[in-house]
């Protein structure tokens, strides 16, 4: 697992209401409450965030709200931004690659084919919404069968060895990942 206090080595930002839209789960959440799809959204990318390492970056249009200054928070461990007036997602993250995206690896996720090829001649790569919510399955299968593993060495442990052998073992393993 990586730590969370080191400095990333990877951005990846998030059009958040492209993702919304192409994922079924959260197009039909927004269709009850568009708030509720943001925040399961958060949710979402704040668990990948936490397992890969990744520092996420989600953007909210809020470029229709008339006198929005924008607004940025930190929910849940990730970063989330709501434009200001006059300002797209993408916009934003095509400000903010020009700052960033030749020093760091840099990924945006959207389905948004113009915004694809600004985000490659700037320096980021490009991941679809299909394939981050994919990569994101993955991962979580990944997580849930390593955990089965480990529940399942234990429990063939206890009971046939001795503590101080377990407690080697351990060490031992842990040492590998």
């Known amino acids: 697992m990586a730590s969370n206090y080191s400095k990333p080595k990877e951005y ?54 008339k006198g929005n200054s924008g607004k940025k928070d930190i929910v849940n461990g990730i970063e989330v931004v709501y434009t200001k007036e006059d300002e797209t997602a993408d916009q934003f993250i095509e400000r903010t690659l020009d700052s960033i995206g030749r020093v760091k ?31 994101i399955e993955n991962y979580k299968k990944f997580l849930k069968n390593k955990s089965k593993k480990k529940n399942q060495i234990n429990d ?6 001795d503590d101080e052998i377990i407690k080697k073992l351990e060490r031992w393993r842990n040492s590998e990942e």
């Open 156 to 161: 063939l442990m206890i009971g046939r060895l």
């Open 12 to 65: 990846l930002f998030v059009d958040g209401y492209n993702i919304i839209n192409a994922w079924g789960n959260l197009q039909s959440l927004s269709e009850m409450s568009l708030e509720m799809a943001r925040n399961e959204l958060i949710d979402i990318m704040s668990e990948y965030q936490h397992y890969t390492g990744i520092k996420v970056i989600v953007v909210f249009d809020a470029h229709m709200v």
């Open 105 to 135: 690896r840099v990924r945006v996720a959207t389905s948004d084919w113009m915004e694809q090829q600004v985000v490659l001649g700037r320096g980021g790569t490009r991941i679809s919404a299909r394939e981050l919510e994919v990569e």
